[in-house]
């Protein structure tokens, strides 16, 4: 083999090289476009751009109706006890932005009986916290044994004037309003610390041993002197709140105690019996524990007995493990259950009322919430938050609306209508009470149908950059109106024939069968 002959073939390896290179590399780039991406060292042309949608169809079982929703609320509590004693253009706007017709068309309410503490002791609670008690301590009584239910002159009806504001405000906007009473602690002198914050450690008990009947007996009478003053009924009271856990302590800035299963168990048997004494038809609601895997071991903590005294399942939503057990307990109980107390704010999200990260996360939440727990009502925390950016610190974003609390006499345009209020009105004014919730196949999608059968609602949260095209599996339903909550949108209706979710978008749809 000769020189020239050598330097032949490897010129012409080098150039077949090169050329299959060239095909593998055209082949690579083609693919790379197909999946909307950029092959190494290749301009990207707008032609080769990612795509600007994704299509995806949604699969509504209309024929299997599930739960009957009651409806969407707040409790009352901390936000009320301040604002029911506003001017009255204030807290009629706010009246109107939670319960009227053209608010977030709320029907139910929580009423929070307060226990209430000594009237000597250092104010420590945060603001609004501090709901008053309905008892009365006699001049000159010492002690925590004075207390006697049967003589008038140791309760004060005219106590906790501003949270009752919202009874009568709600009553008469609401024709058909659900009103629940509900108790975070005993009064002061029911408790072990002496303090309505919890116990010393968060772990014990607070209610006094065997003061069980005392305290039902005290929140069954504040039940039916409401109910009289206040022309209305509370179809549940509950009991006890959050009570297996540690978060009440007597140095707490809110009011709360803990109860072991066991004592929850005494004090629903006590409740029940309490509210029967007067003849009364409010029944008990319980747990209402802070998530479902407590509910779990609330639940398994009481007798049959127990269990058979309990009209209504209540549980927090703070976490999402569990939540299918919830409701398959309440479905082989034959009980109806309540998602009845939720809020949040995204991760590192600072205070911002016009907040799309909280807004999506929020919905996401209850689109889980209604889920997987298949729940009567969702019903939220405080409707109404302090403002919380202060003195350097970025704050959060709880609360829907947001106000200075602290104001002594706040106008109505300090009301700030926070994102997460928009989003909460895709939910709440197109999935009204009577309404049946319906198996979707789409995870970040609820769906509802009226009672009879002529409107479908669908509410999806889209959170990412991707706009989503949407379409039913099944016919029957036409597209009648969209309604979407976005950086640009509040709960605003756009035009469109076909079902299209905007990026980092909440949005309704509503269907109409034809005929």
């Known amino acids: ?49 990612a795509p600007a949608t994704v299509a995806i169809t949604l699969h509504v079982a209309t024929d299997r109706p599930g739960t009957t929703f009651e409806g969407w609320g707040t409790a009352l509590a901390w936000f009320a006890n301040v604002t029911g004693g506003y001017p009255d253009a204030t807290r009629e706007r706010l009246a109107d932005l939670f319960y009227g017709p053209n608010g977030l068309g709320w029907t139910i309410a929580r009423y929070n009986i307060g226990g209430g503490n000594a009237a000597d002791t250092p104010r420590y609670l945060r603001t609004g916290a501090a709901v008053p008690g309905f008892w009365r301590r006699p001049a000159g009584a010492t002690g925590s044994d004075w207390w006697r239910p049967e003589d008038p002159t140791m309760w004060d009806w005219s106590a906790d004037a501003h949270q009752r504001w919202w009874l009568d405000a709600i009553r008469s906007r609401v024709r058909q309003p659900i009103f629940e009473a509900f108790s975070n602690s005993p009064p002061w002198f029911m408790t072990v610390s002496g303090r ?41 009271l509950s009991p006890v709140n959050e009570p297996n856990t540690d978060y009440w302590f007597a140095a707490n800035t809110q009011e709360g105690a803990h ?10 048997d006590a409740a029940d019996a309490a509210l029967k004494a007067r003849g009364l038809k409010t029944v008990i609601a319980a747990p209402d524990e802070t998530n479902s895997t407590l509910f779990v071991a609330d639940w398994a903590g009481w007798n049959p007995a127990t269990r058979a005294r309990v009209g209504q399942l209540n549980v927090h939503s703070y976490a999402n493990t569990h939540q299918t057990a919830v409701r398959d307990i309440a479905r082989a109980a034959d009980i109806r259950l309540w998602m009845s107390e939720h809020d949040m704010s995204a991760d590192k999200d600072p205070e911002n009322f016009e907040s799309m990260a909280t807004a999506l996360a929020f919905a996401e939440h209850v689109v889980g919430d209604i889920r997987r727990l298949e729940p009567a009502a969702w019903v939220f925390w405080q409707a109404v938050e302090n403002i919380s950016a202060r003195d350097g610190k970025p704050g959060s974003n709880w609360g829907l609306i947001k106000m200075d609390l602290t104001a002594a006499a706040p106008r109505p345009e300090s009301i700030h209508i926070t994102r997460k209020y928009w989003a909460m009105a895709n939910f709440s004014r197109y999935v009204r009470p009577g309404y049946r919730l319906l198996p979707i196949d789409d995870m970040d999608s609820i769906a509802a149908l009226s009672a009879d059968g002529a409107t479908l609602v669908v509410v999806h949260v889209n959170p990412g950059p991707v706009r989503r095209d949407l379409s039913l599996a099944a016919g029957g339903y036409r597209l009648s109106e969209t309604i979407v909550t976005d950086a640009t949108h509040n709960a605003a209706p756009v035009a469109g024939s076909t079902m299209v979710a905007p990026p980092r978008s909440v949005t309704t749809f509503v269907l109409k069968r034809p005929g």
Not at 259 to 268: E, L, N, T, V
Request: no cysteine; aromatic share 4%; proline share 6%.
């Open 196 to 236: 309505v914050s919890g116990a010393t450690k968060g772990s014990d008990d607070n209610l006094r041993p065997g003061a069980e009947p005392q305290f039902a007996t005290y929140l069954a009478r504040v039940v039916d002197e409401l109910q009289r003053r206040h022309r209305l009924t509370f179809r549940t």
């Open 259 to 268: 109860w072991s299963p066991a004592r929850q168990g005494r004090m629903i």
């Open 1 to 49: 083999m000769n020189q020239p002959s050598i330097m032949w073939n490897l010129s012409d390896n080098r150039r077949m090289r090169m050329a299959v290179r060239r095909r593998t590399m055209r082949k690579l780039a083609a693919m790379l476009l197909l999946a909307g991406m950029a092959a190494p060292g290749v301009a990207q042309t707008p032609t080769e751009a």
